[in-house]
């Protein structure tokens, strides 16, 4: 048996974020906990959704005490002002760390469970009660994917790993993607990010289960990529490209409710460990699962390489967009060395989406592909 779902309302085009407050209000809901961080608030990226929302005779109030991988204090914190707010909803404006923790204090908001007793690798997703209250996503990055993903990732304060909290109650009921909110992201973000989106594609298309829909959109993301990708880095007010990076984000994560793989369990010690980006994090690990993964699905590989331009080799291909949009190979030039690997290593065999991964991978095997991509 498989189930395939698609149900967040997604409104795509340049200016659109004037219809926010309209959306809002159609929730049934008046006061609103917006919630977002440090550097979306600095760069004026709140400006149109906070006036979107004000149009709309909607009470708001910010939030931006969220760090770069979200805590459980900037979720404790973020749950207290939506109770003192008397918020009834949440929206969120930013990249994935705003829009993860803006879904996690809408479920702290109804749901006191520690974190632990929710962790997806326990499957506990099953204990998000169905009170979630209303969550907007406003992306101002093009590569999570966040706004249309059930998923809210945050590191635990009692284990110190990043944490998967997975429940479609915390899919967004609306997601609003404006270009305009993008063009103001540098060019090694932009890069980063972009391959936060394509790696969810590559992992999304070669993990294992049965779900035509989403490899159908994991491939139809990976062809936005290889074709805007480039663009967006080189000219980053070009709305087409912008436009065509949010899009390909968006279909990641809705590709990835199949299942990620190997990289990303490689991706996410390194980020609560390192503090590496968490787009970086991926493109640097990205080839040499890919190539470790060619075996068991030769024929994926391929197609994945074709979109690329290069079927003989698709890792091949990933590495040369990667150089061709300015990131730096290897691990060691983001500072890990050979001696962080074996806990790195550990972690990621902790991880839950090496289980989708179409190779099986012990920690042996993840240790070697942290190796690889050192
Ligand atoms: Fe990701």
Same mark, same amino acid.
Not at 117 to 146: C, F, K, M, Q, Y
Not at 307 to 312: F, Q, Y
Not at 313 to 325: G, K, M, N, Y
Not at 354 to 359: A, I, T
């Given at each position: 048996?498989?189930?395939?779902?698609?149900?967040?309302?997604?409104?795509?085009?340049?200016?659109?974020?004037?219809?926010?407050?309209?959306?809002?209000?159609? /929730?049934?809901?008046? *006061?609103? !906990?917006?919630?977002?961080?440090?550097?979306?608030?600095?760069?004026? +990226?709140?400006?149109?959704? &906070?006036?979107?929302?004000?149009?709309?005779?909607?009470?708001?109030? %910010?939030?931006?005490?969220?760090?770069?991988?979200?805590?459980?204090?900037?979720?404790?914190?973020?749950?207290?002002? $939506?109770?003192?707010?008397?918020?009834?909803?949440?929206?969120?404006?930013?990249?994935?760390?705003?829009?993860?923790?803006?879904?996690?204090?809408? !479920?702290?908001?109804?749901?006191?469970?520690?974190?632990?007793? &929710?962790?997806?690798?326990?499957?506990?997703?099953?204990?998000?009660?169905?009170?979630?209250?209303?969550?907007?996503?406003?992306?101002?990055?093009?590569?999570?994917?966040?706004?249309?993903?059930?998923?809210?990732?945050?590191? +635990?304060?009692?284990?110190?790993?990043?944490?998967?909290?997975?429940?479609?109650?915390?899919?967004?009921?609306?997601?609003?993607?404006?270009?305009?909110?993008?063009?103001?992201?540098?060019?090694? %973000?932009?890069?980063?990010?972009?391959?936060?989106?394509?790696?969810?594609?590559?992992?999304? $298309? #070669?993990?294992?289960?049965? =779900?035509?829909?989403?490899?159908?959109?994991? /491939?139809?993301?990976?062809?936005?990529?290889?074709? $805007? /990708?480039?663009?967006?880095?080189?000219?980053?007010?070009?709305?087409?490209?912008?436009?065509?990076?949010?899009?390909?984000?968006?279909?990641?994560?809705?590709?990835? @409710?199949?299942? +990620?793989?190997?990289?990303?369990?490689?991706?996410?010690?390194?980020?609560?460990?390192?503090? /590496? =980006?968490?787009?970086?994090?991926?493109? +640097?690990?990205?080839?040499? %699962?890919?190539?470790?993964? @060619?075996?068991?699905?030769?024929?994926?590989? *391929? *197609?994945?390489?074709? #979109?690329?331009?290069?079927?003989?080799?698709?890792?091949?291909?990933?590495?040369? !967009?990667?150089?061709? %949009?300015?990131? @730096?190979?290897?691990?060691?030039?983001?500072?890990?060395?050979?001696?962080? #690997?074996?806990?790195?290593?550990?972690?990621?065999?902790?991880?839950?989406?090496?289980?989708?991964?179409?190779?099986?991978?012990?920690?042996?095997?993840?240790?070697?592909?942290?190796?690889?991509?050192?």
């Amino acid at each position: 048996m498989s189930i395939w779902s698609f149900p967040t309302k997604i409104i795509f085009g340049a200016g659109e974020i004037q219809k926010l407050g309209a959306e809002a209000a159609a /929730l049934g809901v008046s *006061r609103v !906990l917006v919630v977002a961080d440090a550097g979306v608030e600095k760069n004026g +990226l709140l400006q149109a959704p &906070l006036s979107a929302l004000a149009a709309a005779g909607l009470v708001t109030h %910010v939030f931006t005490r969220v760090d770069g991988n979200p805590t459980e204090q900037n979720i404790e914190d973020g749950a207290k002002e $939506y109770a003192s707010h008397r918020a009834e909803a949440v929206v969120a404006v930013g990249g994935g760390s705003p829009m993860d923790a803006a879904k996690l204090i809408a !479920l702290r908001a109804v749901c006191s469970l520690p974190f632990e007793e &929710l962790d997806d690798a326990i499957d506990g997703g099953v204990h998000v009660p169905a009170t979630v209250p209303p969550i907007i996503t406003v992306p101002t990055t093009a590569g999570t994917g966040s706004e249309v993903g059930r998923s809210g990732v945050l590191t +635990l304060r009692s284990t110190g790993r990043k944490t998967v909290i997975f429940s479609p109650r915390l899919l967004a009921k609306v997601a609003i993607l404006d270009p305009e909110l993008t063009v103001s992201m540098p060019k090694g %973000v932009t890069a980063a990010t972009g391959f936060d989106a394509l790696t969810h594609c590559v992992e999304a $298309y #070669l993990s294992l289960g049965d =779900h035509p829909l989403a490899d159908a959109i994991a /491939l139809g993301g990976i062809e936005l990529v290889a074709h $805007y /990708l480039e663009r967006a880095v080189a000219e980053p007010t070009d709305l087409e490209a912008r436009g065509g990076m949010m899009k390909a984000a968006m279909m990641g994560a809705i590709a990835f @409710q199949k299942g +990620l793989g190997a990289c990303h369990s490689l991706a996410h010690p390194l980020s609560s460990e390192h503090g /590496l =980006h968490h787009g970086l994090a991926n493109a +640097l690990c990205l080839p040499p %699962v890919v190539a470790f993964n @060619q075996p068991a699905v030769p024929d994926r590989v *391929r *197609r994945v390489g074709a #979109l690329l331009g290069n079927p003989a080799d698709a890792p091949a291909a990933i590495a040369a !967009l990667r150089s061709r %949009v300015g990131i @730096q190979a290897g691990l060691a030039s983001a500072g890990i060395r050979e001696e962080h #690997l074996a806990p790195l290593a550990q972690k990621a065999a902790l991880d839950a989406c090496h289980r989708s991964n179409p190779r099986p991978c012990s920690e042996e095997d993840l240790l070697g592909l942290y190796r690889a991509s050192l």
